[in-house]
């Protein structure tokens, strides 16, 4: 069985991503922030070397928002499309689990998110339903699947502290056998910006760049 791994992820435009960090970082540097973000959650991914690799993009890949991000080789990409954040993940999860593929989802705002934590997730999946690693603001960072029902997606409270919770909630009323890894540190709001590591804090001063497959472990 095939597994992939998606990232979901805006434009790194100035003022549109990462509004949250805006009063501490300004707009500039809060998109170059999202910017090397993405760069290592991409990087990460490919290095798990365990599954394809697709980038949820918000606007179309194809939009001018993308034009100065060019993707590491291996990297497909799809739209996340309209919709609430949970719509948007069940279509994408969807699409690939009516192919018979497992999933694992992913945002591209956590730095501890590593080639490691993704591993282990997907080996996982080979004896358990899903695969969540919680964030420590409630949400999680990473939700892995390999079967599909409506109730994970509709009417999660997203941005609160409950969405780990209703959503391991729901996946243990199904019945279903849940792999739950560390909470992890995700970075959206400015209190979380001391969670950044080191070398990331570093590159806060400094122009993103193309990823060629790695970087930077956390």
């Known amino acids: 069985m095939t597994l992939s791994i998606l990232v979901f992820a805006k434009a790194p435009v100035s003022g549109r991503v990462k509004t949250r960090l805006i009063p501490a970082l300004g707009a500039p540097g809060a ?16 290095a798990a070397g365990c599954a394809a690799v697709e980038l949820c993009a918000s606007p179309d890949f194809s939009a001018p928002d993308w034009a100065d991000v060019q993707l590491p080789r291996g990297v497909a990409t799809s739209a996340q499309g309209d919709g609430d954040l949970g719509a948007r993940l069940a279509r994408a999860a969807r699409r690939h689990l009516a192919q018979g593929a497992r999933v694992l989802l992913i945002g591209a705002d956590c730095p501890a998110l590593s080639a490691a934590h993704l591993q282990a ?98």
Request: net charge negative; aromatic share 6%.
């Open 31 to 46: 998109a170059r922030l999202a910017r090397h973000l993405l760069d290592h959650t991409l990087a990460q991914s490919l």
């Open 121 to 218: 997730a997907a080996a996982a999946l080979a004896d358990h339903d899903a695969a969540l690693y919680p964030a420590l603001d409630g949400g999680y960072t990473l939700l892995g699947l390999r079967a599909d029902h409506p109730s994970l997606f509709a009417e999660i409270p997203w941005s609160t502290s409950r969405v780990a919770a209703v959503t391991l909630a729901r996946m243990r009323t199904l019945g279903w056998r849940v792999w739950v890894g560390d909470a992890l540190s995700d970075i959206d709001a400015p209190p979380d910006l001391l969670q950044l590591p080191e070398w990331l804090r570093q590159t806060l001063d400094q122009p993103s760049h193309q990823v060629t497959g790695s970087a930077p472990r956390p």
